[in-house]
Nanobody, 122 residues
Framework: VQLQASGGGLVQPGGSLRLSCAASGRTFSNYAMGWFRQAPGREREFVAA????????LYADSEKGRFTISRDNTKNTVFLQMNSLKPEDTAVYYC????????????????WGQGTLVTVSS
């Protein structure tokens, strides 16, 4: 499956951004989808994931209540709505796909998109 992320940019602290990730090449609804991020000098970390049907979502503790992951299986797209952004949210955000939600959560052996840069700064 091929993944194309978009929607990153520069935003002030407290602002919002909506990331999108369009999938192609395979049946989208067969894949759990997720978002990871990697800040400069740090390892890639899990942000959020959503099950194939969209009925189950998972979040990293630091994003609960601020970020919302959703998907539209008719448009083969997954979204990450990010609110109340903080400077520490600055990172390259990657979308990921795997048939298994538990496996996706680990970030191992999953399909990756190319990443989109989010910069939170005044």
């Amino acid at each position: 499956v091929q993944l194309q992320a978009s929607g990153g940019g520069l935003v002030q602290p407290g602002g919002s951004l909506r990331l999108s990730c369009a999938a192609s090449g395979r049946t989208f609804s067969n894949y759990a989808m997720g978002w990871f991020r990697q800040a400069p000098g740090r390892e890639r970390e899990f942000v959020a994931a959503i099950s194939r049907s969209g009925g189950l979502t998972l979040y990293a503790d630091s994003e609960k209540g601020r970020f919302t992951i959703s998907r539209d299986n008719t448009k083969n797209t997954v979204f990450l709505q990010m609110n109340s952004l903080k400077p520490e949210d600055t990172a390259v955000y990657y979308c990921a796909a795997d048939p298994s939600l538990p496996d996706l959560r680990t970030g191992r052996n999953v399909y990756w998109g190319q990443g989109t840069l989010v910069t939170v700064s005044s």
